[in-house]
């Protein structure tokens, strides 16, 4: 039997980050601001980010040097495996090869401290005190947590209530690395008041906790709001599992025909297939790159591509996305960390000009994936990776029908281990199926009035 698992060393973590602006053949339209639909520049976002951040997110550069300081952090766990699915394949009775990278070796459990480390070290070279964000299954939060806490600078996370309750572990593990974290929509802030006086039960989504955040942020100039997924510097940073998995493929030499990952804003997506788009840019290679969504919040696959704002409120920028209407609370499904209403610009004009795939699954299809993933594989995945593995099963499935064998690189974006509640049930048989109608999409489509394109 060849490799099973290629690993490489701490001077092989990638010394800049891949920026795919550079390449594309479309760039994507400005963003508008929310008081008068004009594009804006860079300097409306200096209330919100570092100067540093602003400017990789509308940077043309290539390639941009990642700190030492951060690379430094990387090297607790970074370069992350690249491992064969053997066993999986073998369930699956496919000719299709399965890799996966594997991003749950983080302290955080997933791929968001990639970014989450970056992000706290241009805050704190500018001299940011506290760092304020949301978090919607509590990955984003920790990731966050544990980053300012490594530069020792206070963090305060808006919590989705949905997620709150259903995920106490994970406001601990926050708590742990000294963040204070509040369920949103809470009092604290004018926009969860708004949304509490129109339903008190409201389970919350990640566009009402952005609104908390970034009401929260603005009002303090030493106080600095940061995302964990969508924008364009996020995406950036998280380049270094594509490139790293460029390389350990090279190793097994093999290359991949299809790359699988699940989708939520867009960012372990783009870290993973960015660096390989890019051989398709200069060396007119074929690469296929599919996004996987849930079905119950299917931007990619059933919603609009227009001007619509990143929260709830309509505080922040108008971005040109792929959505589903800013004021559409998807399903309290277990992929928490996919219930986001929109997506990021690059990966939305990337979609519109079908340089990338999208791909949607059912709930209970992708436990289905997961739990079979765990049986063969060991790693019990995090809900939002067993959306991608769903996909994965999809495309092996196909070559078995066709009969051809195809190489499969897929993002187990992360563990499952403050998950068992989902996995728990599911095996009761109480996770419930979601079916979102056309209706229900129009009507939070009809509400918006942002700028078409
Ligand atoms: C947050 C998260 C996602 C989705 O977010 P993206 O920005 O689209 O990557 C997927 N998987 C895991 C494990 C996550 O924590």
Redesign the pocket.
């Known amino acids: 039997m060849s490799e099973k698992k290629i690993l490489l060393t701490e001077k092989e973590i990638p010394e800049k980050w891949y920026n795919i602006m550079a390449d594309m053949p479309n760039k994507p339209l400005p963003p508008l601001s929310p008081a008068t639909n004009e594009p804006i520049g860079p300097e409306a976002l200096a209330p919100l980010f570092p100067m540093g951040l602003i400017q990789q997110e509308v940077s043309a550069e290539k390639w941009i040097e990642i700190p030492d300081q951060v690379r430094d952090i990387y090297k607790i766990w970074r370069p992350s495996p690249l491992i064969r699915a053997y066993e999986f394949e073998k369930a699956l009775d496919t000719p299709a090869k399965i890799y996966y990278k594997y991003?749950?070796v983080s302290p955080a459990?997933?791929?968001?401290p990639n970014t989450a480390i970056a992000q706290a070290y241009y805050n704190k070279q500018e001299g940011v005190k506290k760092i304020i964000t949301e978090t919607?299954?509590g990955?984003?939060g920790s990731a966050l947590s544990l980053a300012c806490n490594m530069f020792d600078m206070e963090c305060e996370v808006f919590m989705v209530k949905l997620s709150y309750n259903h995920k106490p572990y994970r406001k601990t593990m926050m708590n742990t690395w000294g963040a204070t974290v509040h369920p949103s929509p809470s009092e604290l802030t004018q926009a969860g008041r708004t949304i509490l006086a129109k339903d008190p039960d409201s389970p919350g989504s990640l566009g009402i906790a952005i609104s908390e955040a970034i009401e929260r942020a603005v009002q303090d100039e030493t106080t600095k709001y940061s995302l964990?997924?969508?924008l364009n510097h996020?995406l950036l940073h998280?380049t270094v599992i594509g490139q790293e998995a460029l390389l350990q493929m090279e190793k097994a030499g093999d290359m991949p025909d299809i790359i699988i990952?699940?989708?939520?804003?867009?960012?372990?997506?783009a870290?993973l297939a960015f660096p390989f788009l890019r051989l398709n840019f200069e060396e007119g290679k074929k690469i296929r790159a599919i996004a996987s969504e849930p079905s119950s919040c299917p931007k990619l696959t059933r919603g609009v591509f227009r001007y619509d704002f990143g929260d709830t409120i309509g505080m922040t920028p108008l971005l040109p996305m792929y959505t589903l209407g800013h004021n559409f609370v998807p399903a309290p499904i277990h992929?928490g960390?996919?219930r986001y209403h929109g997506a990021g610009v690059i990966v939305s004009q990337l979609l519109k000009d079908q340089l990338i795939e999208a791909s949607s699954h059912h709930q209970l299809e992708c436990f289905e994936a997961g739990v079979l993933f765990a049986k063969t594989e060991g790693i019990i995945p995090?809900p939002?990776?067993n959306n991608g593995l769903a996909t994965v099963v999809q495309e092996a499935n196909k070559c078995k029908e066709e009969g051809i064998s195809k190489t499969i690189l897929f993002n187990l974006?992360?563990h499952g281990h403050f998950d068992m509640s989902a996995y728990e049930e599911y095996f009761s048989g109480n996770l419930e199926e979601h079916e979102l109608t056309t209706a229900e999409i129009e009507s939070s489509l009809a509400e918006l009035n942002t700028p078409t394109i």
Do not use: D, M, R, T
Request: glycine letters at 30%; proline letters at 3%.
């Open positions: 991003e749950g459990g997933s791929h968001k919607g299954a990955q984003w964990g997924s969508v996020v998280q990952a699940p989708f939520g804003g867009g960012s372990n997506f870290g992929a960390g996919l995090a939002e990776a974006s992360g």
